[in-house]
């Protein structure tokens, strides 16, 4: 799997959860601008703070698919596993190198080639050459001459009932190319059940990849990452909707206690 792969799973959205006992576990859909679902994402999280992301396609009908991707974060260890295309690796996040014998040279070279891949990008389809930017962005992947800045949520005054919850929106500001193109919908953490318990396991699932690159000497090639800035500055709230791009990512399943496999067969 790929650096941008793994880093790209481990920043799904963090949305709405319920629980019962020790696990939390929901489902969300991502659909683009038609109303189109694109996909389908399952996170269940323990009081141990182990989290396990999974990514599924879309069939035909628009319905959640077979999965097609999963992370697994096993926060005594702080050891990751990442499973792309069958193929399933462990990466211990307290290390100072990546599986494989990755170099800084390497990365530094793969994130060359994707800054030349957003140039030609630019050049043929600007709109999609920024939802690019943005995602590469979101993931705290440094573009171009991008600088680390603080991120801020400004409460805008609007107010939804969505899926059963009071929300109020937040606007995000301080993300290079951000402004007017992410908003997040969130409830009163109260009212969203095992909001907390999935809360710290994504937040140290994050602390434990940025420290991971701290390690490696690789801390000024990577920027805020916006989804764990987001979920660090709720506060008392916590999302149940994103909109950003004209993409909507939503909560669509809360069906009770989940169970899930932190301990997956994984060379």
Known sequence: MSL????LLTVSTFLAVPVLADVAKHTTVTRNQDGQATEYTEMV???AGNLRIEMYDVDAAGNQGTMRDFVVFRAA???MLTSSG??????????DELPGGVSRDEIMAA??????????MRAQNPEMAKMMEQQMQSMGLMVGDAEKQPIELVETGETREIGGYDTKAF????????AGDYKVWAADLND???ARTMSAASAGMMRATQQMMENMG???MFGNNLFAEVMEKMDDYYPVLTESNGQLTSLVSTDGQGTADFDPPCN
């Open 192 to 194: 969203v059940a095992g």
């Open 4 to 7: 941008r792969t793994a880093l």
């Open 86 to 95: 069958g193929r399933c690796e462990a990466m211990s996040l307290n290390s």
């Open 171 to 178: 606007q995000v500001t301080g993300m290079p190319g951000m």
């Open 77 to 79: 260890e702080l050891r």
């Open 218 to 220: 690789m801390g000024d």
């Open 45 to 47: 999280a323990d009081d």
């Open 111 to 120: 994130q060359a080639e994707a800054m030349a891949a957003l140039e030609e």
